[in-house]
């Protein structure tokens, strides 16, 4: 599966320039439609939701069965595939997405090494990475034109390094791998024709590093610490993706989730314990450094956290007692204004916001 160049721009278009909800790209030659969908981790399904074009709330599509215990909730840069890791099985889920409705067909499972924690899929569509937190490796699946995906290579991190989060950069060089283990981020090369991945370096963190994200123009990278309450923040090398840690911050207890604003100004942290509230961190464009900004409640126990594709609203799963998904107003600096709420289903703990591109300008075989 491959981009046309014509392809590649417009999916720029789509994750770098925020466009609007009116319906089409810049240059008018195709349409979209926004989606939330919501890993439930106890209950074992997906919670699916549209985003109204009109007043931007969440509305109910369907509930979806996965395995046991899904971890993590990813799609592909056009939208058109939905992908599940699920510990307690091990295993891979593949959907298609109907981009006019939505609806989720299951197109594939596939079974993972040990306890599957992470997933994501490269900028170009073609292969899909998953954290095996069980057997200390990431593995790599091509990724076909209708969603069926295969196993290309799987990589040792080193044993005992438990990988349990991942993150690849906008040119989808560099593939960073969260170590809990030796409390560790390491870098590696990603080979384009097989997934392969090569070591290029490897940086400490704090104590039990839980989560991982990168601002879409790929200059710095942040983790969170869950077992002392702290965000590492790191400048990446243009050259090679080495990192350089610039700041270590402490943050409430348990730091989880932790993405970054489209135009990478503004952190949000959610936090595993037992606070209802998350917090809004600024972002230094010099140096990756933070500095709270706001904090905000939420339901309870906040975790899983996304922004649709304008930039424009945040949603925030709560995995504790109201399991619900919380929806928030983004102004122009990145503050957060309570906007409304609805229901999920038992313990959601991941969440991805897609835009998925209308036929006309979908990917070519």
């Given at each position: 599966?491959?981009?046309?160049?014509?392809?590649?721009?417009?999916?720029?278009?789509?994750?770098?320039?925020?466009?609007?909800?009116?319906?089409?790209?810049?240059?008018?030659t195709?349409?979209?439609?926004?989606?939330?969908?919501?890993?439930n981790?106890t209950?074992?399904d997906?919670?699916?939701y549209?985003?109204?074009s009109?007043?931007?709330v969440?509305?109910d599509i369907?509930?979806?069965?996965?395995?046991?215990?899904?971890?993590?909730?990813?799609?592909?840069?056009?939208?058109?595939?939905?992908?599940?890791?699920?510990?307690?099985?091990?295993?891979?889920?593949?959907?298609?997405?109907?981009?006019?409705?939505?609806?989720?067909?299951?197109?594939?499972s596939?079974?993972?090494?040990?306890?599957?924690?992470?997933?994501?899929?490269?900028?170009?569509?073609?292969?899909?990475?998953?954290a095996?937190?069980?057997?200390?490796?990431?593995?790599?699946?091509s990724?076909?034109?209708s969603?069926?995906?295969?196993?290309?290579?799987t990589?040792s991190?080193?044993?005992?390094?438990?990988?349990?989060?991942?993150?690849?950069?906008?040119?989808?060089?560099?593939?960073?791998?969260v170590?809990?283990?030796?409390?560790?981020?390491?870098?590696?090369?990603?080979?384009?024709s097989?997934?392969?991945?090569?070591?290029?370096s490897?940086?400490?963190?704090g104590?039990t590093?839980?989560?991982?994200?990168m601002?879409?123009?790929?200059?710095?990278?942040?983790?969170s610490?869950?077992?002392?309450?702290?965000?590492?923040?790191y400048?990446?090398?243009?050259?090679?993706?080495?990192?350089?840690?610039?700041?270590?911050?402490?943050?409430?207890?348990?730091?989880?989730?932790?993405?970054?604003?489209?135009d990478?100004?503004?952190?949000?942290?959610?936090?595993?314990?037992?606070?209802?509230?998350f917090?809004?961190?600024?972002i230094?464009?010099?140096?990756?450094?933070?500095?709270?900004?706001?904090?905000?409640?939420?339901?309870?126990?906040p975790?899983?956290i996304?922004?649709?594709?304008?930039?424009?609203?945040l949603?925030?799963?709560?995995?504790?007692?109201?399991?619900?998904?919380?929806?928030?107003?983004?102004s122009?600096?990145?503050f957060?204004?309570?906007y409304?709420?609805?229901?999920?289903?038992?313990?959601?703990?991941?969440?991805?916001?897609?835009?998925?591109?209308?036929?006309?300008?979908?990917?070519?075989?």
């Open positions: 599966m491959r981009f046309s160049d014509t392809h590649l721009l417009l999916l720029s278009l789509i994750l770098f320039t925020g466009c609007g909800q009116s319906g089409g790209f810049a240059g008018g195709g349409t979209y439609s926004d989606y939330v969908y919501a890993g981790y209950s074992g997906l919670s699916t549209s985003i109204s009109k007043d931007h969440l509305r369907e509930t979806v069965s996965t395995a046991s215990h899904p971890e993590a909730v990813a799609a592909d840069p056009l939208g058109q595939f939905v992908f599940v890791v699920n510990s307690g099985s091990n295993l891979l889920n593949v959907f298609s997405l109907n981009e006019e409705s939505g609806k989720l067909t299951a197109v594939q596939v079974s993972t090494s040990a306890s599957p924690q992470a997933v994501v899929c490269n900028p170009q569509g073609t292969f899909v990475f998953v095996n937190s069980g057997a200390d490796t990431v593995s790599a699946y990724l076909g034109t969603g069926q995906v295969a196993l290309s290579t990589t991190v080193g044993t005992g390094a438990t990988p349990v989060a991942l993150a690849i950069d906008p040119a989808g060089r560099f593939l960073y791998s170590n809990a283990g030796p409390r560790s981020v390491g870098v590696y090369l990603i080979t384009p097989t997934g392969a991945l090569t070591p290029v490897s940086l400490g963190t104590v590093p839980t989560s991982i994200s601002d879409s123009a790929g200059h710095f990278l942040h983790v610490n869950y077992g002392e309450s702290t965000i590492s923040a400048r990446i090398s243009a050259s090679n993706g080495a990192l350089t840690l610039a700041q270590t911050i402490s943050t409430p207890s348990a730091p989880s989730r932790l993405p970054v604003s489209n990478g100004k503004i952190l949000y942290l959610s936090t595993g314990g037992t606070s209802s509230n917090q809004v961190y600024q230094n464009p010099t140096s990756g450094a933070l500095t709270l900004a706001q904090t905000v409640t939420a339901g309870d126990t975790f899983g996304a922004l649709d594709a304008a930039g424009e609203y949603y925030v799963a709560s995995a504790g007692s109201s399991n619900n998904i919380s929806v928030f107003k983004i122009a600096l990145g957060l204004t309570a409304d709420s609805i229901a999920a289903g038992s313990s959601p703990r991941s969440l991805v916001a897609v835009r998925a591109v209308h036929r006309s300008a979908s990917r070519t075989p």
